[in-house]
């Protein structure tokens, strides 16, 4: 009966929050709802699902509890520092120009860290242009990103100079990033389980970090999603704990494999 009632309210969620729980391992599901269901004194799935469907503060909540990212500026450093001294380099002297995707960009720390390294890079060359697409499935999230307001520990990967030139400080000791940051990221709704790119013709797509909880299917699905959007020669970044499965090595080829980034095959 117990397996029954977490169908239903799988079923529930998925109709009311628009999430697939396909999509992720079942256990990552359960956890995040066995959480949301002690916090709110529900001991039966079945309880718990009557709750969900009559209540928007809690379908907000469970939304939140299971798309949650922790992220920072510049995370990873190593992948940042290679992205700086070579890929956008390398795409910029090819191009002119360079089209970058954050996939699962959550509350925006990743597209303005990526923004702030090729503006760093282009503002003595007025003819190069960058511009990064940004998307997440967590529309309260994206509102956050758009603001682009953070807390002190947010930006604690950069330089002194760094904030200084990027950021402006708040009143109330928080930072906000600069509008010269935010003209450069497009953020939009996307789900990465619907099977289409949010744009194509691109020279980079980061997803880290986003795939950790999806089934193996479904993760070699995303990476052939993305495999067609790149140009080629495109750049494919993984986060540091996930790997490309074997049947997908005649799509991609590594490029630093120990930082988990791929080039699209030819």
Known sequence: MQDENFNLLKKSIERILGIQCGSYKEEYIKRRVLSRMR????????????????DKDEQESLRNALTINVTKFWRDKEVFEIIKAEIIPEILKKRGKARIWSAGCSTGEEPYTLALIAYDLIRLKPDSQVVIYATDIDREVLKKAKEGIYDKKSLENLSESQVK????????????????????????WHDLMSGKPATNYLDMVTCRNVTIYFTEQQKNDLARMFYPALVSEGFYIMGKTEFMARELEDKYKPYNALQKIYRKSS
């Open 39 to 54: 916090i709110r004194g529900k001991e039966e799935y079945k309880d718990y699902n009557s709750l969900l469907v009559q």
């Open 165 to 188: 030139r990027h950021f402006i400080q708040l009143e109330d000791g928080k930072y906000q990033v600069k509008q010269h940051l935010k003209d450069m990221v497009r953020f939009s």
